[in-house]
C-alpha cells in the first residue's frame, strides 16, 4: 500500500488485538525503523548543505525570494495527509537552500555569526535527548554543567566567592530577570502585593543600552517612561555625571530609583560604558547595577581586552551570551548575580509540589528550577560547555583576539580607502562607516547631501542579497544617517573576506 | 476501512530510562571542569558518550514522567536542520523561510481551534505565553500602562482556578501585579480570566463555554492555557473537551508535550487582528527594524516579540506535521487515550490500585496501596504510611532504571502517584509492566 512517511513493515504479533474506544491498540504506532531511516538520510543531506556549503566562502550567504515567491516556491501548507519520504527530504533541502546561511564568512549582519562544530554537535544531541532542565531528577548530567558553566563564567566577571545565576531564553529576558531581582531586592513585598499604589520606580540607562530595556520596563509593569536614558558621550558611552544628574531628578520627583544598567558593548557602536565610575554613583545611591554584557561580555575571554569591562566585579549582575561572539549558537544566555543568599530563588520560585517535592530521595537543594520564571526550560549551557572543553579556554581567547584583529584591520583599511568614512574608532567587534559613492563626494555635506547619503546602505543592501554575496546591517542612528555595522565574529573570517567587503560595496554602489 | 497500524515486535528493551548517580558521584564521573586547553577528538567522543549514559532517556517508551516524552524522528531533522542553520526569527531578511513558515503553522493552529483570523507568536515556553497573555490583557484594558507602569492604575486582579499551572503565579509576580491579586478580592479591577485545558496533575478541563460567558458578561480578557491539553483540538472524537474554545481572547498551546515536537515549542495564539500584540510589545528599534527595507517589513514580526534574538521553534512541527498528516497527528491523540483507558481497565481489575478520579485526559492519578495497608483506610496513621509508599517506589524505580512516573501530594491528599501516557511508542506490554513493577516495587512496604 502506498502509505506516506511510516513506511509499514507487517510482523507477527506479540498479543491479540485489542479495540479500545475505537483504537485498535496492538503494538507501537511510531515506526522507529522508517523514522531512525528518515534520520539517517537527513543527516548527511544537513552535513552536506546546512554545515558544509553554507560555511564555504564559494557559496552564496543567501538565496534571495521576496516573501510571495518564497510562499510558492516551499509550498508550506498543512495538511490532512502525510507527505512521502522522498517529500519530507526534498522539503529539508528547499529549507536549507532558501535560508540564509549565518555560517557563511560573509554573513556580519547582526551579533551572532559563523558556526562551531563542537557546539552543532553537543546541540544535536541536546536535541536527541530532549532534557527539561528544572530538576535533577529529569536532568541530572544537564543540570550539573549549567552549574560549572555559570560558575566558570561567574570567575570571569571576577566573583571570586562565587555567585547565582540560570540560562534565559535571550538576553531580553535576563535583563527582565535583573530588572525583577532588583524590585524584589528593594522591596519584597512587592512580589506578593504588586506594583499598584506604590511610589513610582525610576530605572537607568545609557541612551544606547540594547532596547530589552525598554521592553522589560513595560513587560513588568514599571512602564518605559520609567526608563531614564542617560546621555552618552561622542564614543557611545554613558556619561558618568549625567547619571548622577538623572538619578538626582528621579529623587526629587519623588520617585524612586532602584537600578541603573550598564551597558558593555552597544549594539550599534560596540560601545563599553565605564562601570567603575558608574559603580561608584550606585554606591552612593544603594542602586543595583546591572550589566548588560550580551554583546561585550565574551572580551573577558581575552586577557589582552578585558580592560574593556574594567569594574565589571562590582556589577550585582550580568548578562552575558555565549551565542554571540563565542558562537554558542542560540539561544545560550546567561544572568549572573552576585548575590548567595538565595535572591533569584526567593524572587521566582512559586514551589510547586508536582515538580519540586520535599521529600525526594535526594538533595533536592540540586533541583534549580524554581529559581526561573520557566517551568520547562532547555539545556543551552551544554553546548557552551562542549566547546569549551573542545577548544579550552585558550581556544576561545584566541577567537575572540582574532575578531578585534580582524575589525581593527577592517577600520584601518576604511580610512586608507576612499568614499568610505568612519564613524568612530571601533573599540570590539562592530565597525561603523558609510559608504560615499562617487557622485556624492564633492558635494557639500548639507542637508542634501546626507539625504542622499541616507538611501545609499540600503540600495547596496537591496543588492548585495540579491547577488548573495554578503550580509551587512545598516541602520539610521540618533541623527546620523544610514550607516553599515559590520560585525566580526567567526574565526573562518579571512583578511580577504574584509578586503572583499570594500571591493563589494564598492561595486555594487559605483553607479549611485 | 479501517487503519492499518503498523505492528512491530517490540523486544524486551534492555536500555534503563536511567542510569541513576546521586550529584556527588556524577560531578566525579563526569569531569565537568573546564581548562585552558583543548581536549583531544577521543576525550570528547567519550564526554558525548557519558553525557548521553547518564542523562535520563525521556524518549524511552516507560518514561512517564512529565508532560512531555517520546520522541518523533521528523521533528528531530526539523530540530537538527534549526541548530545546523542558526537564526533569528526576527526579520525577514535574516530567516525568510521560518517568517512565512511560523505564520503557516500559526495559522494551522488557530484554524484547529477554530478561528480562521488572529495573530500569534511561538515563545519560549507555556509559561512565558501565560505572560504574553496577561501583559495583553492588561494593555487592552489600560494602554497606558506600557508607557506609565502600573503606579497609578487601579490594584489590578485576574482569576484562576486552584488547579491552574503555577506560571499564572509567576507571571503574576513578574509583571508586577502581584501574587495576591491572582483570585477574588474585594476594591481591585478585573481584567483577565485564566481558564485551563488540561491541568496539569489532574489533566482536568475547565468548562470553558461557562466561563466564557461571566467573561463576556464583565469585559474580562479569557485566555485558555491549554498547553497540556491543546493537542485535544486534534481528536474529532475527543476535541469535545474543549468546547467553546474559540470563545477565548488568547490560548496557549504546546506542541513540545502530547505532539512530541521537542522542547521549547509553545504556541500563543489570540483572536485580535488589531496588532495588539505588536502594539503592546514594540518598542520600534531602528538599527533592527528599518523601516526603508526593499521588502515588505510587515514580515519583520520581531517586534511582537518580548524577545529580541529569537530561536527558531516552528520548523520542527511544521516538518513533523508534514510527514504525518493532520490524520496522523489526529491518531495519535486518539491512541493515547485509547491506552489510558486500557490502563485503567487494567487498573480497577487488580488489588491496591486506588484512582483518585476518573481521567478526562491522559493524566492517571491514583494511590497504590501495598498489601500491608490494605483495609486499613480511616485507622490511624493511615495517611501517614501512605504518604511514604510513593517516594520509596519512585527510589527504588530510578535506582533501578525500568521506568520513571512522578507523584505529588494535594492538599491533604498524601503522595499519589501521576502516570502520563503520551508516547505512541508505549505497547500494551510497556503499561502492563507499569502495573506489575509498581507492585513488586512496593510488595515489601
Redesign the interface.
Known sequence: MDSPSADIHLSPVTKNAVLVDGVVLNGPTLDSKSGEKFVEEAFPLIMEEAVRKATNVNEKVCEWQPPDALKQLLDLELREEGESHQQILQRCQDVIKYSVKTGHPRFFNQLYAGLDHYSLVARFITEALNPSVYTYEVSPVFLLIEEVVLKKMMEYVGWEKGGDGIFCPGGSVSNMYAVNVARYKHCPNIKDEGLSGLPRLVMFASEECHYSISKAAAFLGIGMKNVYAVSSDDRGKMIPEELEKQVQRAKKEGAVPFLVCATAGTTVFGAFDPLQEIADVCKKHHLWLHVDASWGGSALMSRKHRHLLSGIHRADSVAWNPHKMLMAGLQCCAFLMKDRTGLLQMCHSAQASYLFQKDKFYDVSCDTGDKSIQCSRRSDAFKFWFMWKAIGTRGLEGRVNRALALARYLAEEIKKKEGFRLLLEPEYANVCFWYIPPSLRNMPEGPEFWKRLHQVAPAIKERMMKKGSMMIGYQPHRCQVNFFRQIVISPQVSREDMDFVLKEIEALGVDM | G?????????PNDPTPVCEW???EM??DL?D????????PHEK?LQ??R???R??????H?RFF??L?A?????A??G???S??????QYT???????V??EE??LT?LRAVIGWNSGDGIFC?????ST?YAM?LA?YRAFPE???????S????ALFTSQEC???V??S??????????VQLVDGIFPFMVSATSGS??FGAFDPLDEIADVCQKYQLWFHVDAAWGGSVLLSK?HRHLMTGIDRADSVAWNP?KMMMA???CSAFLLKDTSNLLKL??S?N????F?Q?????IS?DTGDKS??????VDC?KL??M????????ME??V??A???T??LM?EMKKREGFQLLLEPQFVNICFWYIPPSLRGQQGQEGYEEKLSKVA??V??RM?KKGSM?V?????GSQV?FF?MVVI???????DLDFFLDEIESLASDL
Not at chain 2, 512522578?406 to 494535594?410: G, H, I, K, N
Open positions: 479501517p487503519h492499518q497500524l503498523p505492528c512491530d515486535i517490540l548517580k546521586d550529584p556524577l560531578r563526569l565537568l571542569e573546564l581548562g585552558d586547553s583543548s581536549e570528547l564526554l558525548c557519558d553525557v548521553a547518564f542523562s535520563v532517556k525521556t524518549n517508551p514522567n512529565q512531555f517520546g520522541l518523533d524522528h521528523h528531530l531533522v530540530r537538527f536542520l541548530d545546523s542553520l542558526n537564526t533569528s525577514y531578511e535574516v530567516g525568510p523561510v521560518f512565512l513558515m503557516v503553522v494551522k519560549p515556553g507555556g509559561s512565558i505572560m501583559n492588561r500602562v506600557k508607557v506609565r507602569g502600573l503606579w492604575l487601579p490594584r489590578l499551572h503555577y506560571s503565579k509567576k503574576a509576580c513578574f509583571l508586577g501585579i502581584g501574587l495576591e491579586n496539569t496533575v472524537k513540545h521537542g522542547l521549547q503592546c510589545h518598542a528599534a531602528t538599527y533592527l528599518q526603508d527595507k526593499f521588502y515588505d514580515y518580548i524577545q529580541c534574538g529569537r530561536k520548523l511544521w516538518l506535521w508534514k510527514a504525518r498528516g493532520t490524520r496522523g491518531e495519535r486518539d491512541r487515550f485509547a491506552y483507558r486500557y481497565d517516594p520509596i519512585k527510589e530510578i520513571m512522578s507523584y505529588q501530594p494535594r503522595n501521576r508516547n505512541p511508542q508505549i505497547t500494551r506490554e
